[in-house]
């Protein structure tokens, strides 16, 4: 079984039209949830640390919320330059390895 | 912030053979991570180099398969040995931020293609 499931796997957008993508973990003593944008030929690039449930992170269109079983991300009126794969990964306990999700792909068409 | 370059960026390789994956790193850092990105699957953590001792494998990933070697506390190198088919994967470097557990800067990768 996973450890970190992210849905849905792909999702189109219309520029402007908001929504979220999911992210559920069942990790026992979470230490850290972390979400990165992968573009194209990149490496992922760090967005967000969440630590504990209720905890909210804003940046630009970008926010991110934490529960016990899962985060979201919200992206309100996205533009085009939002396409990217989004990636979910969590700390568990005292280790520092991180365990990623295998992405949600977002596209957003003008 | 830290900036990760690698080289090759990309290569088409022959089965059997084998190919070495450098990644420089702008600042020192202890602790450089190696990723393997397949298509469709998770990012997926290798091996933790730590400089002047031997790296740290995860579960399914061998020392025969991938040595690593870290001379210093900017440079790091993963070999993949005898490859075949099934090691074609985006293969990446990693930092992490002092003070910022979690929080990784990745290089932009090596894409292999094994043939």
């Known amino acids: 079984e996973d450890q970190v499931t992210q849905s849905p796997e792909a999702l189109r957008l219309q520029e402007g039209e908001s929504s979220s993508l999911n992210c559920s973990y069942t990790?026992?003593?979470?230490?850290?949830l972390f979400w990165y944008r992968q573009d194209p030929g990149k490496g992922p690039e760090f967005l967000f640390t969440?630590?504990?449930a209720g905890e909210e992170k804003e940046k630009e269109r970008l926010k991110a919320t934490l529960t016990k079983k899962e985060s979201f991300l919200h992206i309100t009126a996205p533009k085009p330059e939002d396409s990217a794969t989004y990636l979910c990964?969590?700390?568990?306990?005292?280790?520092?390895?991180?365990?990623f999700g295998k992405g949600t792909l977002l596209t957003v068409n003008p | 912030s830290a900036v990760i370059s690698q080289k090759p960026s990309r290569d088409i390789c022959q089965r059997g053979t084998s190919l070495t994956i450098q990644c420089q790193v702008d600042s020192q850092v202890t602790m450089m991570f190696w990723y393997r990105q397949q298509p469709g699957q998770s990012l997926t953590l290798i091996a933790t180099a730590n400089q002047g001792s031997e790296a740290t494998y995860e579960s399914g990933f061998v020392i025969d398969k991938f040595p690593i070697s870290r001379p210093n506390l900017t440079f790091s190198t993963l070999t993949v040995s005898n490859m075949s088919p099934e090691d074609s994967s985006i293969y990446l470097c990693?930092?992490?931020?002092?003070?910022?557990?979690?929080?990784?800067?990745f290089g932009e990768g090596s894409r292999l293609t094994v043939l």
């Open positions: 969440l630590y504990s």
């Open positions: 990693s930092v992490e931020k002092q003070g910022a557990p979690g929080e990784l800067f």
């Open positions: 990964a969590v700390q568990e306990g005292s280790n520092y390895k991180l365990t």
């Open positions: 990790v026992s003593g979470l230490r850290g």
